[in-house]
């Protein structure tokens, strides 16, 4: 069965227990409350050929959290913009989905990717602590002078 490819741009829609999450992590109580109002894009280039995937989450125009790494093999991720920690990261297949688990300062930590039609899922996860992204990636070809132009749309009333 091949892999899916998550190449692509993706805006937040949705978000679910995000704050408790966050709590789980010892984020402060006022950082908790400015990212929870956020809703952030992620850039994706993944080639499923060697594996090898970035992954570039913008939260503002002034931060961004940038992960690179090739799946299967571990690395170390630098979580600072999240929440000042280093971990150990291992990200794999499991079916069709990305798995991802952090060894480091807080144990049972890590996250879940899955495509359903043109919506990202992330289940992100701390001990018993839990939270729920969707993100929606729209792609409309627009063909100029054999140049592709892609026009993304930023949430499901667009559509």
Same mark, same amino acid.
């Given at each position: 069965m091949s892999k899916p490819n998550y190449t692509g741009i993706y805006h937040m829609v949705s978000q679910e227990n995000f704050e408790e999450y966050l !709590? !789980? /992590?010892?984020?402060n109580y006022a950082l908790r409350k400015v990212v929870c109002i956020l809703k952030p894009s992620k850039h994706i280039e993944h080639d499923v050929n060697t594996g090898k995937m970035k992954i570039k989450t913008t939260v503002t125009t002034f931060r961004n959290f940038d992960m690179?790494?090739? *799946?299967?093999?571990?690395?170390?991720e630098d979580l600072g913009p999240v929440d000042?920690?280093?971990c150990q990261t291992t990200v794999?297949?499991?079916g069709d989905k990305l798995i991802c688990v952090q060894r480091g300062e807080k144990e049972g930590r890590g996250w879940t990717h899955w495509l359903e039609g043109n919506l990202l899922h992330l289940v992100s996860k701390q001990g018993l602590s839990w939270a729920r992204?969707? !993100? /929606?990636?729209i792609y #409309?070809? #627009?063909?100029i002078y054999n140049i592709t132009? #892609? *026009?993304l /749309?930023?949430?499901?009333c667009s559509l």
């Open positions: !709590a !789980a /992590l010892d984020v690179d790494f090739t *799946l299967g093999q571990e690395f170390t000042g920690r280093k794999n297949w499991d992204k969707t !993100a /929606l990636y #409309i070809y #627009i063909y132009v #892609i *026009l /749309l930023s949430n499901k």
